[in-house]
Structures are given as C-alpha cells and as structure tokens.
C-alpha cells in the first residue's frame, strides 16, 4: 500500500551539548488527522515541532512533505518547506509595533509577494476566519491573550499551510481565556486542517484527536486512538500520567 502521509519525519535526533533531546523518533500524518503530542516537561516534544519546522536544526533524520525528501541544505526548497509548515508558539511571537491587521498582512506582502491591497484583504479575511474583525486596528498590547494567539493562528492561515504545528497553544492563557482559541481550532480541525499539536487539554484532545502520541526521555513511548490512550494505554508510564493530567484538569475518563 502506497504510503498516504502527507507529512512524514523519520529517526529526528537532536542534542544540545551532551544533553539528548529526541532519541530517534519518527511519526507521519495523513491529510486532515489531528495527532497530539503528550508527555511531561522535557519529554522533547517542542523540540520535535522546532525540528519538524527546521527551527531547530536536526543533528539526524529526514523529513517528507507530499512525499518528497526535503534537501535541506537547499536554501531554496528549505524556504519553500517552511511556508507550507505552519507554527503556532505558546507566546504568541507577534510583532509589538504591528497592528493585528499588519501581523499578518507583512508575511503576504514579504513572503507570498501579494499586492498590499490583496494582502490587506486576505488578511481581513483571516481575522473574521478567527472571530477578531473589530480587532484588526488593535496592537497587541490592547489583546487578551486568547486574542493574541487567534492572531497568530490566523497569520499561520494566510500562508495557506499543508501542516500546522502547534506548540501548547493554551498554556500561556488563563483559564477562561482557553475556550476561545480551542474553539478555533476545533474549527480547523472540522474543516480538515492537518495539525501536530503539544496540549494538556485532555478534553479537547480525547474528543478531536485521531492519535495520541505519549513522549518521555526523547523518545515516542506509545501512541494510539485516543479512546485507546486515555482508557486503555499499554505503558504504565502513559497511564499515570494521563491519570495525573486528568486529576489536574479535572476530567475524568
């Protein structure tokens, strides 16, 4: 069977100093999956979505995007890569003097080389995609921190990305602030956007994600259904620590 991944990453190693960050690990997506990466602090998974993106430069391994090997010593098919690979951060990486509107509009106009007026519509475009319209004129300094992050994901959705990554989108949020961007991604996934995504959000992630993958030590531990990982994981590790992230979210499974 041909293989249908339209994002594959195989045996991605990285270490900063003597310090072993990913051990090895390989993982693929099919068009419209949502696959969550979980795991406790240090488990690599930024790390992973860094690499995937080239933010971080692998030590090892190689990455298909549509089924061609990236060469990324090529700068050219590199650059090309990393429009097709978008990257939500947990801080948001807005530019402070950028109007919303402008934050996602320079990457158009810089990089997909639109017309200012083409760029400042498909950029609109966005910010109504993600429910900030009446935001567009405001900085980000004048946005909540949920607003930030929709700003951000719209700015990623403009560049027309294959893949998104998403690195904990939530965790710099308080808690009544999480609802509005998970409901925007809930939105992507309804509408067939390919995603990686590091969360805690064990609700969100049982309900949408079409696999689990549980990371320690660098390494992939287990991965499976989400069903499967959450009632019925074969590590122990896994089990104990979805139990403890349930505790602590306070869900049940």
């Known amino acids: 069977m041909a293989d249908e991944s339209i994002l594959k990453v195989e045996n991605i190693r990285k270490a900063f100093g003597k310090r072993h960050v990913l051990k090895g690990v390989s993982l693929s997506i099919r068009k419209g999956e949502l696959k969550v990466l979980m795991g406790p602090s240090g488990a690599g998974k930024s790390t992973l ?24 010593a090529r700068k050219h098919d590199l ?22 509107l402008d934050n996602i509009e320079i990457g158009l106009v810089r990089v997909k080389g639109l017309h200012k007026d083409a760029a400042r ?16 004129h405001h900085y980000p300094a ?39 961007v998970l409901a925007v991604i809930r939105n992507l996934v309804a509408n067939g ?21 549980f990371m320690e030590d660098g390494q992939i531990v287990e991965q499976g259904p989400s069903v499967k990982m959450f009632s019925d994981a074969v590590s122990e590790r896994t089990r104990a620590f979805c139990a403890k992230i ?8």
Not at 86 to 93: K, R, S, Y
Not at 246 to 251: F, Q, V
């Open 142 to 180: 004048q946005l909540s921190g949920g607003q930030k992050q929709r700003v951000s994901i719209a700015r990623a959705l403009a560049m027309d990305p294959k893949v998104m990554l998403l690195d904990e989108p939530t965790s710099a949020l308080d808690p009544e602030l999480i609802g509005e």
């Open 246 to 253: 349930s505790e602590l979210y306070g869900e049940t499974f």
């Open 121 to 136: 519509e498909r950029a609109m475009g966005e910010l109504e995609r993600v429910g900030l319209s009446d935001h567009a």
């Open 49 to 72: 979505l860094q690499c995937i993106n080239f933010l971080v430069t692998p030590d090892e391994g190689e990455v298909w995007l549509e089924g061609s090997r990236l060469n990324r």
């Open 79 to 100: 650059y090309a890569y990393r429009q097709q690979v978008g990257m939500i951060f947990q801080d948001f990486n807005l530019f402070d003097h950028l109007c919303a």
């Open 193 to 213: 956007m390919t995603m990686i995504m590091a969360t805690h959000q064990i609700g969100f992630s049982r309900a949408l994600a079409d696999e689990i993958i």
